[in-house]
């Protein structure tokens, strides 16, 4: 068995092991005034895993684009820090009533209320159903444009 095999393996049991746990009666303690069941749990996995692919896909779009590391690290720093101020404020009102609307359909915004609302799966709603076709837009575009503009050098 090769290592890749042995450690997707480990996680799958491991996760196995967790919502079995759950099932047999820990799914009782709160925390942060959420009680996550197995259905949150296994929503927000894939509910994370989408959300890390659309940073992940941002990410490889830019290495695509830009070709000396130096400039790669600190443009990252640079748009990681935008998505996260503007979404922030953007979210809270604070720039506008449109530019609220615009940052809740955003990636930031799609991935923060897909986490969110995976936690609690009856406050689950069609627009949150959207929000996570969203995300999965966003990372077929991001990861797409980072595969056509990647070139070895």
Same mark, same amino acid.
């Given at each position: 068995?090769?290592?890749?095999?042995?450690?997707?393996?480990?996680?799958?049991?491991?996760?196995?092991?967790?919502?079995?746990?759950?099932?047999?009666?820990?799914?009782?303690?709160?925390?942060?005034?959420?009680?996550?069941?197995? !259905?949150? +749990? @296994? #929503?927000?996995?894939?509910?994370?895993?989408? /959300?890390?692919?659309?940073? $992940? =896909?941002?990410?490889?779009?830019?290495?695509?684009?830009?070709?000396?590391?130096?400039?790669?690290?600190?443009?990252?720093? !640079?748009? +990681? @820090? #935008?998505?996260?101020?503007?979404?922030?404020? /953007?979210?809270?009102?604070? $720039? =506008?009533?449109?530019?609220?609307?615009?940052?809740?359909?955003?990636?930031?915004?799609?991935?923060?209320?897909?986490?969110?609302?995976?936690?609690?799966?009856?406050?689950?709603?069609?627009?949150?159903?959207?929000?996570?076709? $969203?995300?999965?837009?966003?990372?077929?575009?991001?990861?797409?444009?980072?595969?056509?503009?990647?070139?070895?050098?």
């Amino acid at each position: 068995m090769t290592a890749r095999k042995v450690f997707f393996s480990a996680c799958v049991w491991r996760h196995f092991q967790t919502g079995a746990l759950w099932e047999a009666g820990l799914s009782s303690k709160e925390f942060d005034g959420i009680t996550l069941k197995p !259905l949150g +749990y @296994f #929503l927000a996995l894939v509910c994370a895993i989408a /959300g890390g692919s659309v940073y $992940l =896909g941002l990410g490889q779009a830019i290495v695509g684009r830009i070709k000396n590391p130096e400039t790669v690290n600190s443009t990252v720093r !640079l748009v +990681y @820090f #935008l998505f996260i101020m503007i979404g922030m404020f /953007g979210d809270l009102g604070m $720039l =506008g009533a449109q530019l609220k609307e615009v940052v809740h359909y955003s990636p930031y915004g799609a991935v923060k209320t897909i986490v969110a609302m995976s936690m609690e799966p009856s406050k689950w709603t069609s627009d949150t159903t959207l929000l996570l076709a $969203l995300t999965f837009g966003y990372s077929i575009v991001f990861c797409t444009l980072g595969i056509k503009w990647f070139k070895w050098k």
